[in-house]
């Protein structure tokens, strides 16, 4: 039987998801429960697939994993967070055999949490419009030889939640720090040091100088969105994994007098 994982993770903790020798990684920590509870024997046998290879410090709280088992009663969200750290399991799912996570995926949204530092947040929207709909942005990402540079966003929201703004950016696949570019372009449009004129430059013409990525612990993969895969989910394991792991997250992100305000408006 194949199963789908929807999981959540604080990537501060882990060196990235994929697995790497003699690093803690997202990927190593899951596997490492799975063949304890011998619900596989090796990730290669049980055809073990992610959605997202998060970089090192991007956390999730809705990245999928997907692996053969022949013991799916072992698969449950409290069963595995037991024996899980940093690491929250929020829902299961049964799908096809030829299931796999990335390439069913049919889109994805991301919230980077930035702090307001004054920014003018109606420039913040204007120039996060530039950005919905088709365009090379080879000059908002680290491009591999085989990708192509062309990417669809589907929206781009600001959302305002007292001394935190959440920018959640949704579409079908994104290059290597592509979001986070986006994010810087984001901020300096909304500080004044970019122009909504520079930003459509940019998009339109190739850069000597591209725009550094923001730092990648505050962004979070949200959700990964399928057709016709339904997760059931644990309320208990969510309210659990939502209360622990934005404990986590927040604690380098905001002061502890804002927390609590910020935490109860999520």
Known sequence: MR???KIAYDGRKFYGFQR????????GEIIKALVKLGIIENPKDANFKGA???DRGVSAFGNIIAFNTSKPELTYPRILNHHLQDVWVLGRAQVPEDFHPRFWS???VYRYYLIDEGFDIEKMKACAQLFVGIHDFSNFARIEEDKNPIRKIDR?????????????IEGESFLWEMVRRIVTALKLCASGVLSIEDVKRMLEEKVARKLPPAPPENLVLWEVKYEGVSFEKDPYAVEKAKKE????????LITASIFE???TSL
């Open 20 to 27: 790497q020798p003699n690093v803690r990684t997202v990927e």
């Open 106 to 108: 049919k889109g994805k």
């Open 52 to 54: 997202s290879r998060t």
């Open 261 to 263: 305000d910020w935490l």
């Open 245 to 252: 792991f934005f404990e986590k997250f927040a604690q380098h």
């Open 3 to 5: 199963i789908a994982l």
């Open 156 to 168: 781009i929201e600001i959302l305002p939640k007292g001394k935190v703004i959440v920018v959640e």
